[in-house]
C-alpha cells in the first residue's frame, strides 16, 4: 500500500540545508550535474517560456508531475522515457527538460542530444529552483499551486517553504 505524506517545510527555526548553508542548493546540484548538457536557469526559462519554438520537457516520474510542474511543461518521464515522445518536434525547436534538481533531466537531455536536437538545455536546480525563486507551478488540471513532490525526505529539505508531497515508500 502506497503512503502519501503532506508536510509543510519552513524555514523560520530550523537547520535547512538552505537556512544555514545557502550554498547548500548549489552543492547538491553540482554533485549531481555533470554538464553534459548545456545549462539554462530559472531566470533565463521565464523570460523564453511563452516562446512559440521553446518546449519544456518534465522528466520527473508521473506521480511527481500531477502534483505540480511548470507551466506549458510537457510530461515525458524518466523510467520510461521513448524517444516516440518527441516525434511531433523539429529538430531546431528549444528544448528545456527538468526534473528536481537537474540529474534526471541531464540523463534524458543526453538522449535528447543523440537524437539529433541541438538546442537542448537542462534546467539547473529543476523545479525545486523554479519554485524557491517563487516562479508559478501548477497542477494537474493547470490550477496555480504550492505543492510540490519533494521525491523524498532529504531532498525535500532543498525545498523553501511549499507544501511538499513524499512517499514514504519510496
Known amino acids: 500500500m502506497k503512503i502519501l505524506l503532506l508536510i509543510t517545510i519552513s524555514l523560520i527555526?530550523?537547520?535547512?540545508i538552505i537556512a544555514q548553508n545557502p550554498s547548500g542548493f548549489d552543492a547538491a546540484c553540482e554533485k549531481y550535474i555533470s554538464g553534459t548538457v548545456p545549462l539554462?536557469?530559472?531566470k533565463e526559462l521565464r523570460r523564453a517560456i511563452n516562446s512559440s519554438n521553446v518546449i519544456i520537457l518534465d522528466a520527473r516520474e508521473e506521480n511527481e508531475y500531477v502534483i505540480s510542474h511548470?507551466?506549458?511543461?510537457?510530461?515525458?518521464?524518466?523510467?520510461?522515457?521513448?524517444?516516440?515522445?518527441?516525434?511531433?518536434?523539429?529538430?531546431t525547436d528549444t528544448i528545456y527538460i527538468y526534473c528536481s534538481i537537474g540529474y534526471r533531466s541531464e540523463k534524458i537531455g543526453?538522449?535528447?542530444q543523440k537524437m539529433g536536437f541541438n538546442n537542448v538545455?537542462?534546467?539547473?536546480?529543476?523545479?525545486f529552483s523554479w519554485v524557491n525563486l517563487g516562479y508559478r507551478i501548477v497542477d494537474?488540471?493547470?490550477?496555480q499551486t504550492k505543492d510540490v513532490h519533494g521525491y523524498d525526505k532529504e531532498w525535500s529539505k532543498l525545498l523553501n517553504e511549499k507544501r511538499c508531497y513524499i512517499n514514504?515508500?519510496?
Open 13 to 16: 527555526g530550523t537547520k535547512s
Open 40 to 42: 539554462a536557469y530559472s
Open 70 to 91: 511548470l507551466p506549458k511543461a510537457q510530461f515525458i518521464g524518466f523510467s520510461n522515457f521513448g524517444s516516440n515522445l518527441l516525434s511531433s518536434y523539429q529538430k
Open 110 to 112: 543526453e538522449k535528447i
Open 121 to 127: 538545455f537542462n534546467l539547473y536546480g529543476g523545479i
Open 140 to 143: 494537474k488540471n493547470n490550477e
Open 168 to 170: 514514504l515508500d519510496d
